[in-house]
């Protein structure tokens, strides 16, 4: 390359002296172009024909023409030959055109399946390498695989061809003749003759020792043989048949490869016992036991398990570990071992403390068991007789005393007639004597309840009864006195009062009277038809409340006394209290009737009277009346319907609540102020109420009215201010006033309303 | 050897043929002899690509049968 580097610009060079000559050239050319622009056709046709066969020769032409013309004249199409070309180029002081490109292609093509290409541009050889037919790959593959196939398959045939099945000797043997298995059958009689004869002459040359085989199998030479069962399935004097177990071919599996040297001996197993574990086993996981037993540290044996990670797995990953047990010399296994095991551990299980805590672990419930309600329980006592006791009045106790009698005639009938039956009967009655008894006279009854069962008794029994109920009997009288007594207890105390102050013998002497018929009189409640009568119109319940009300009757009338009378203090308490007496003794008295009040004595008397004759209500009479009538009132009325259809009641309190007090304020009653609410703004100017409330607002909100608002209030101020000093009788601009000045300067009575002539015709 | 077509759309079309190692000075320089210019007022273009003097064509990648723009400077 460097020569030719050096060769052009030597032609270079070259070219610069010849520049002038090669212009020259190109004139001329170009002048002959033009000249010849005109257009003659053969020399166009002649022109076409030559290029064509440049083209299929690849050769390189020989005509000097180089000038080309379309035939639209549109555009002058100028290529030289490659030999005008090379001329020029030397000229120019460049290399040759390189010819022989796509001969070289050609050719290398030819000569090899391989396409090899020449750049045209760097001139480097190449290949062409076709992609790879993916399809075509995978056809071959498959094809091959199965060429593979058959001939493995081919092979395998072969091969079992050599191999002769049992049923082609069959047939073989058939298709011999029977002298052929005669002849078979001589040969095997006589391998076996001298086999036996083989046998003979060895037991002559060996020891005895060492004709082992010969010997029988005994039960000496179990000995060390694995039985793959818990001893406790072999019973004494039962038959098991055993046989030897299965061995893997493949010792181990997985981890534990590494197999002890007992898993070479043989085993022996039954099957049924097999199977029969086999069966206990998926009873067992059959139950679905929990995996998880935090607690179980110790086996059913007794002996401590240590906790092993995840050792429900251990079966699966070790495989089952089996109970087994060696047979010992002459194949027997001696069990005494064993019982003497057990014995210890038996022995060892007994001395163990057993922690009965852990034993009841259970759920804590919210609700006790039946025993331990019985243990929280305290033994019921019989409380029925004691209640009673307690609660025991006089009133409860009357109706008692009228059903002895009737008892009485009971226990006659009792034994006179079945006395078995009635006997429960008559056991309660005794009882209730009995509590009678307790209750009245202290001393406690001997007679025990288990005595009644015994029948022959019984008479023995009536006999105490009746001495009993007597007893009870006088019990019971002094307990109604007692009773009674009370009830009388707040009259009695005022006589005692009395008797005590001394102030009415009178009273004395009722008071004794009264006395004698309390102790005459057992049964203070007698009913008789007056007190009913008087019940019935309500003297009754007046005299309950009259005790009561005394206090307050009493300083009623002694106000009244007061205020009508001015009598001195003593002399109206001592009368107050006299007439109080009375009217206790009335109450107190036999006579339940009231007298006739007087009502001259003044107006406490005359209101007592109202009251007693009902024309004035009585609070505590209100207050019963409602009570009676409860029991009488419809019993689906309820509070909620009265809510529902009482509106009136519904608001009343909250009515209450802005009405204020309802009471007028008594001590200033006369009190009425006249209040008026007067309001000024900065200015002193009195503000309206529509003013004032609009001043209010303007402060409370922070915000004053705007400036036109208050311009225009002030000019309003001024303006009214402007008219209160304007006079009456004088317009603003005091036109009266000049008038009157006017006339009295005029000294007329008149004044001429008119503007002078002139001005007018102005 | 490869030919190159040069058209100015003026009216000139040129067919070259050439080297690929020659420079586009050399193309311009034949050219210049077939047209008649001054080789020097030759601008060789390809869409905006003005093809530059010093470089060879098989550079830029000119192969052949390609059309050229022919401007004058």
């Given amino acids: 390359m460097e020569s030719k580097k050096s060769k052009s610009s030597s032609s270079r060079s070259r070219r610069r002296s010849d520049s002038s000559e090669d212009r020259s050239h190109k004139s001329s050319s170009k002048r002959k172009n033009h000249s010849s622009d005109d257009s003659n056709d053969s020399d166009h046709d002649e022109r076409r024909h030559r290029d064509r066969r440049d083209k299929k020769d690849k050769k390189p032409a020989s005509s000097k023409q180089s000038r080309i013309e379309e035939a639209g004249g549109a555009a002058e199409n100028l290529s030289l030959s490659i030999e005008e070309t090379n001329k020029l180029r030397a000229k120019l002081g460049l290399k040759p055109l390189s010819v022989d490109d796509h001969n070289k292609e050609k050719q290398k093509e030819n000569d090899s399946g391989k396409k090899t290409f020449i750049d045209k541009d760097t001139n480097q050889e190449f290949e062409h390498a076709p992609a790879k037919n993916l399809t075509e790959v995978r056809e071959q593959k498959e094809f091959k695989q199965k060429l593979d196939e058959q001939r493995e398959k081919r092979r395998l045939a072969q091969k079992i061809r050599q191999v002769k099945s049992l049923g082609e000797q069959e047939s073989d043997s058939d298709s011999e003749s029977a002298d052929v298995w005669v002849q078979k059958l001589k040969q095997k009689q006589e391998a076996a003759k001298k086999a036996k004869l083989l046998e003979e002459m060895d037991e002559q040359f060996l020891t005895p020792n060492e004709s082992v085989k010969t010997k029988k199998y005994t039960s000496s030479q179990l000995k060390g043989l694995r039985i793959e069962h818990d001893q406790a399935k072999f019973r004494e004097g039962e038959e098991v048949i055993l046989t030897l177990k299965d061995k893997d071919i493949i010792k181990g599996t997985g981890v534990n490869l590494e197999l002890d040297e007992d898993e070479d001996t043989d085993v022996l197993v039954n099957v049924n016992l097999v199977d029969d574990e086999r069966a206990s086993q998926n009873v067992e996981n059959k139950k679905k036991k929990p995996d998880y037993k935090p607690y179980e540290e110790f086996d059913e044996e007794g002996n401590f398990r240590p906790n092993a990670i995840l050792d429900k797995y251990d079966a699966e990953l070790n495989g089952e570990q089996k109970k087994f047990f060696k047979l010992g010399a002459k194949g027997m296994y001696d069990a005494s071992d064993d019982k003497f095991i057990q014995k210890l551990e038996d022995e060892h299980k007994s001395r163990a403390v057993r922690l009965d805590i852990l034993n009841e672990l259970r759920e804590a419930s919210d609700y006790m068991t039946a025993q331990e309600m019985e243990k929280f329980k305290k033994p019921k006592k019989i409380r029925k007789g004691m209640r009673k006791n307690k609660s025991l009045k006089a009133a409860d106790l009357l109706p008692m005393a009228r059903q002895q009698p009737q008892t009485k005639v009971d226990k006659v009938e009792l034994e006179s007639a079945e006395k078995k039956i009635n006997l429960d009967d008559f056991d309660f009655k005794k009882e209730s004597s009995d509590e009678g008894e307790i209750r009245s006279s202290g001393d406690e009854s001997d007679i025990d309840l288990t005595k009644l069962d015994n029948v022959s008794h019984l008479k023995e029994i009536m006999d105490e009864e009746n001495q009993l109920l007597d007893e009870l009997q006088t019990a019971l009288d002094k307990t109604r006195k007692r009773v009674t007594n009370k009830i009388e207890y707040h009259a009695i105390e005022a006589r005692e009062e009395l008797e005590l102050n001394g102030k009415s013998v009178l009273l004395e002497n009722l008071n004794t009277v009264r006395d004698e018929e309390m102790t005459e009189e057992k049964d203070a409640l007698t009913l008789d038809t007056i007190s009913e009568f008087c019940r019935g119109i309500g003297a009754e319940t007046r005299r309950e409340d009259s005790e009561m009300d005394m206090g307050s009757k009493k300083s009623e009338e002694k106000m009244e006394s007061d205020e009508e009378f001015n009598l001195s203090d003593v002399e109206a308490e001592v009368e107050n209290e006299k007439n109080q007496l009375n009217e206790d003794s009335d109450e107190d008295g036999a006579n339940i009737l009231d007298d006739e009040p007087i009502i001259d004595r003044g107006i406490g008397a005359a209101l007592k009277l109202a009251v007693n004759k009902g024309y004035l209500a009585n609070e505590k009479d209100k207050q019963f009346a409602r009570v009676a009538k409860s029991s009488i009132e419809a019993k689906n009325y309820t509070i909620e319907e009265r809510n529902y259809y009482d509106i009136d009641d519904k608001y009343k309190r909250s009515r209450d609540k802005f009405c204020g007090p309802l009471v007028d304020f008594e001590e200033k009653k006369n009190y009425k102020p006249d209040i008026k609410l007067d309001y000024y703004d900065e200015k002193g100017h009195a503000m309206n109420e529509k003013e004032a409330f609009r001043y209010l607002s303007h402060k409370f909100h922070g915000k004053g009215p705007g400036k036109k608002k208050t311009e225009k209030r002030l000019s309003k101020f001024k303006e009214k201010e402007a008219m209160n000093k304007m006079s009456s009788v004088d317009t603003p601009l005091h036109t009266v006033e000049l008038l009157i000045e006017k006339q009295k300067n005029l000294q007329q009575p008149f004044v001429v309303l008119s503007a002078p002539k002139g001005k007018q015709e102005q | ?73």
Avoid: F
């Fill in chain 2, 1 to 73: 050897m490869i030919e190159i077509t040069c058209n100015d759309r003026l009216g000139k079309k040129v067919r070259v043929k050439c080297n690929p190692d020659d420079t586009v000075g050399d193309l311009k320089k034949l050219i210049a002899a077939q047209t008649g210019t001054n080789w020097q007022r030759i601008v060789l273009k390809k869409w905006y690509t003005i093809y530059k003097d010093h470089v060879s064509l098989a550079d830029y990648e000119i192969h052949d049968g390609m059309n050229l723009e022919l401007y004058y400077q």
